[in-house]
């Protein structure tokens, strides 16, 4: 089946540092692809949709110049928390939408455990 | 309108028993409805998934059971094994396959299956 790939898994940062998460799909195009955060015992919340060459599209209340998205090619997305604070310690999910195929069409990554000290 | 709300919260079974979870939603514009399954740690994985246009699909132990006029739809899994446990979504999209696969989750379920 298609992977993505989510890279890293795991990042512990000190307060007012930047992070950057990397979201692949590894053997398939992507036209769409999305940023979840999850809190714990929680469902997933859409932050924002990026389409390859053009801006994202950012839900309701989400902060673009904290969460900052660039969808460079058809196979990557990245995510930047943009001076992290403690209360952006979350998982975060990315998913991609695969361009053709037939029934199973949107891929999640792994998740990216993120720890703000 | 673009919530899909989600029933039970949490839910204990016995080993071989049936596992019933129970998803509403209010807009008629949604046209795809998937259950994902997550452990944790991990990001969701499609289990199966059913267009409007029918009312049953089932895959395995896993069966989607759709009712349109009342806006309702569930996921059945029988003979229920410990293997199960995990957080359980549903979810609902608009165009998901021509515009691009945003979905709108439920609030997930935690199921434990008692060996």
């Known amino acids: 089946g298609a992977v993505v790939s989510q890279h890293p898994s795991r990042v512990i940062c000190k307060s007012g540092t930047s992070v950057k998460i990397e979201c692949r799909s590894l053997d398939f195009q992507a036209t769409t692809m999305f940023w979840y955060r999850q809190f714990p015992k929680q469902s997933l919340m859409l932050m924002a949709t990026s389409n390859e060459g053009s801006k994202a599209t950012y839900e309701q209340g989400v902060e673009k110049d904290k969460f900052l998205i660039n969808h460079a090619s058809l196979t990557l997305s990245t995510l930047t928390v943009t001076s992290a604070h403690p209360e952006d310690s979350s998982f975060y999910i990315c998913?991609?939408?695969?361009?053709?195929?037939?029934?199973?069409?949107?891929?999640f990554g792994s998740g990216t455990q993120l720890s703000v000290l | 309108q673009q919530q899909v709300k989600q029933s039970p919260q949490s839910l204990i079974v016995q080993k071989g028993g049936i596992s019933i979870i129970n998803c509403a939603y209010e807009?008629?514009?949604?046209?795809?409805f998937p259950w994902y399954q997550q452990f944790p740690g991990k990001g969701p994985a499609l289990l199966i998934a059913?267009?409007?246009?029918?009312s049953e699909k089932k895959e395995g132990r896993f069966t989607i059971s759709f009712n349109k006029s009342a806006k309702q739809f569930s996921l059945h899994i029988m003979d229920s094994q410990p293997g199960d446990s995990a957080t359980y979504f549903c979810?609902?999209?608009?165009?998901?396959?021509?515009?691009?696969?945003?979905?709108?989750f439920g609030q997930g379920t935690e199921l434990s299956v008692k060996p």
């Open positions: 059913i267009r409007p246009d029918v």
């Open positions: 998913s991609a939408h695969r361009l053709g195929g037939a029934y199973e069409k949107l891929f």
């Open positions: 979810a609902a999209s608009i165009g998901f396959y021509n515009q691009g696969g945003k979905l709108i």
């Open positions: 807009n008629t514009a949604f046209d795809y």
